[in-house]
């Protein structure tokens, strides 16, 4: 199992940084991602039409870096968890966390006994195919997973200290734009109550010894997210940074073109 580059970061000191696909699952992504110095990626299943079989190809190909796969699966449920982490993520994100007992079975899902209860299927993809000492890699499992309780809902936001405080969960990671909307104030990123929203979220956080991550969607969120305390930063999804880079440029090249 190689270092989670996630946990390492926070470890050196540093706010890691990553980046969400859900479109492009091509075999060039690992490279392309290892050239921009990311720490992890988000591998969107709950929003993308990504199979177990292109998340296992994605994670495979990822291994020939060291970013850290991390896979959000379409729903609380243990054949997805499981499933993904034996195809050797490092991690699962979960969308939509309202309950300690949904974070108690994400951390069932992903670590081993006697932290969770996570099957065992030795000498898979998640083991380099190799057998390794069991007791020895439950250990460093646990150690180097990655698990992260998004909090999108004002159900979540109510019982987040309960959340906060479920052992094995690493991050909790607001879902900016459905919390907003389940507040009832769709995208107003700077309304007051979202922002207390987020702010208890970041305060949760520090007080339990978990991080606080975030997608912003610009420069200036991200600014402004890290200023107020957010320590988990992906930089947005596939489709976005693709699209908005090429309408801008195309832009500038339609303007070479106007004589």
């Known amino acids: 199992m190689k270092d989670n580059r996630l946990r390492s970061a926070v ?12 479109e492009f699952a091509t075999r060039g992504m690992a490279k392309i991602l290892e050239s921009a110095d990311l720490d992890f990626v988000l591998i969107d299943m709950e929003h ?14 990822l291994k020939a870096t060291e970013i850290t796969p991390i896979v959000r699966v379409p729903q609380a449920l243990y054949h997805f968890m499981a499933r993904v982490m034996d195809a050797g993520a490092l991690g699962v994100m979960v969308g939509n966390v309202e309950t300690p007992e949904q974070a108690k079975l994400i951390v069932n899902s992903v670590k081993y006994a006697p932290l969770g209860k996570r099957g065992v299927g ?11 000492d069991p007791a020895a890699y439950f250990e460093r499992s646990n150690e180097n997973t990655t698990v992260i309780a998004q909090i999108e809902s004002p159900i979540g936001l109510k019982n987040l200290e309960a959340i906060a405080t479920t052992p094995g969960v690493d991050i909790l990671w607001v879902g900016h734009f459905d919390l907003s909307t389940g507040m009832g104030i769709p995208g ?72």
Not at 213 to 218: D, E, F, K, T
């Open 188 to 259: 107003q990123f700077q309304h007051p109550e979202f922002l207390k929203a987020m702010t208890s979220v970041i305060e949760m956080s520090r007080k339990h010894g978990k991080l606080a991550g975030i997608q912003p969607g610009s420069v200036e969120q991200a600014r402004q997210w890290i200023e107020m305390g957010f320590n988990v930063i992906s930089w947005k999804a596939d489709t976005a940074l693709y699209g908005g880079a090429l309408r801008t440029e195309v832009a500038a090249l339609r303007q070479l073109t106007i004589k």
């Open 48 to 61: 993308s039409a990504f199979d177990t079989t292109q998340v296992a190809d994605l994670i495979a190909w």
């Open 122 to 132: 030795l000498g898979a993809a998640h083991t380099d195919y190799v057998g390794p």
């Open 11 to 22: 470890a050196a000191g540093r706010i890691p940084v990553g980046h969400m696909i859900w």
